[in-house]
């Protein structure tokens, strides 16, 4: 998908792994019962944004696991309400011990957080000049940005 103005396609989050999806939603609905968007929202949160399961992964899996009795659904004020069930708490007891992890947890390290949470930083800082500064100090801060942008690039073109 390409932007309307241009530019790269928006960042989409890691891939995740056969079973991510399934394991996030039985976890999340271990703590407390939500709908499927809340656990959107949450699995972006839990994750830095750095894992964003899309809608079109996410309710299909809600539906094969109430269809599996791993949770049950209920409407509630025009809206799905999810839980887990007796057998969901099991499933998602077994796969723990399996994996070791929650799929929002990068098991590389937190690089990835790191590098996201500077950018945002980079982007806040930016929009402060554009706010306060002064012609020359937003023509500075754009320099540097397309600078940095061009450097950073160049890292993914380097052989590994």
Do not use: C
């Not at 944004?49 to 809600?62: E, F, I, K, Q």
């Not at 796969?95 to 950018?119: F, I, Q, S, V």
């Amino acid at each position: 998908m390409v932007p309307p103005f241009g530019g790269p396609p928006p960042h989409r989050g890691r891939r995740a792994r056969r079973g991510d999806v399934r394991m996030a939603l039985l976890a999340l609905l271990a703590e407390k019962s939500m709908h499927g968007y809340e656990m959107l929202r949450e699995l972006e949160q839990r994750s830095g944004s750095l894992w964003r399961p899309s809608a079109g992964s996410v309710y299909p899996t809600l539906q094969l696991l109430e269809d599996e009795g791993l949770i049950k659904g209920k409407d509630v004020n025009e809206r799905r309400m999810y839980s887990i069930t007796d057998a969901g708490r099991t499933e998602l007891k077994s796969r723990t011990r399996e994996r070791g992890e929650m799929p929002w947890d990068d098991p590389r390290d937190d690089k990835p957080r790191e590098l996201h949470e500077a950018a945002v930083a980079v982007g806040e800082a930016s929009l402060q000049v554009a706010r306060v500064g002064t012609s020359d100090q937003i023509d500075r801060a754009l320099a540097l940005l397309h600078e940095t942008r061009r450097k950073i690039y160049a890292l993914l073109a380097e052989t590994p």
